[in-house]
């Protein structure tokens, strides 16, 4: 059965090449199936319902020439699964991924709305005034991933040393990327439980990734974190828009929508010419991202000020008590 499912994939695959080579699939140009090799780094295999796998009353999972393997459940399952996929990452360890039929339904209504604008200095910036820090946990295990890469790159190739050492590197950057994902899916579900509309800028993160910022853009993960709340608002009955990356977000005051032009990077707080208003430049532009999508924001908490105004004359200087007549 193993065999008979990996032909079948193999199948799917040259079809969504030639799809896409004709112009017939959307999206992303699918390349060639590659074939598979027992130094990948990543191995899988899928058993479907045919091949007779069980989940055992013991939590035990039974996969047919193989035979009882124990698990360490992350939730149990809503309903008997339909196939199973093992994988095995380049850090040794192995996953177990079920697919079962689940009816989520519908989140309780919330009235808030947001916008947000994404950034390296602050994650995420939130109409509302919050700013979310970035955690950057590449930056933080740099020291580490350093030292293991030099004690990788020291070994023999082919030694059994070097197999150690790429595994020791391989978990090192596993635990980042862990990090990193579980980060994502935390703020993702809070912003989707407590919001019933949600708006983002559609970011060109692959043309940032060719600049000085690479590492930082990379490190950020805006990408699974911006893919992460449209399928949450999907799944529990959100509104979830994405606005255009030439919206000029950072230009246009929020309080009354005079355009100022273009400002660089170290400018982060700016004074608008017409209304006098000062205005944080990450919180202006997560209320002009809300408005953009149609979403009725307001900056209530924001840094936004009014310039401080000159006393009328009647108001400036003290004015002395009047005299009371004596009797």
Partial sequence: ??????????????????????????????????????????????????????????????????????????????????????????????????????????????????????????????????????????????????????????????????????????????????ARREFCHQLSTALIRDNQAVAVEDLAVSGLARTRLAKSVHDAGWSAFVAMLEYKARLYGREFHRIGRFEPTSQVCSACGVKDGRKPLHVRAWQCPACRTWLDRDINAAVNVARAAGLAVTACGAQVRPELALAQRGEAGTHPKPRRDAA
């Fill in 1 to 178: 059965m193993v065999l008979q499912q990996a032909l079948a994939d193999l199948n799917t695959a040259y079809r969504n090449f030639f799809a896409s080579v004709t112009g017939k699939r959307k999206g992303p140009k699918a390349g060639p199936p590659r074939f598979r090799s027992r130094k990948d780094r990543r191995q899988a295999v899928r058993f479907t319902a045919n091949a007779r796998f069980k989940v055992l009353a013991s939590g035990k999972l039974r996969l047919p020439k193989i035979g009882d393997v124990k698990v360490r459940w992350s939730r149990d399952l809503p309903s008997d699964p339909s196939s199973v996929t093992v994988i095995m990452d380049a850090a040794g360890r192995y996953f177990a991924s079920f697919v079962v039929d689940s009816q989520p339904g519908a989140a309780p209504a919330a009235e808030p709305v947001t916008g947000i604008d994404l950034g390296l200095t602050h994650f995420a910036v939130l109409s509302d005034g919050r700013k979310i820090a970035s955690p950057r946990f590449l930056r933080r295990a740099e020291h580490k991933l350093r030292r293991a890469q030099r004690e990788l790159s020291r070994k023999q190739d082919g030694s059994r040393n070097r197999d150690k050492a790429r595994v020791k590197l391989a978990r090192a950057h596993a635990r980042v990327a862990d």
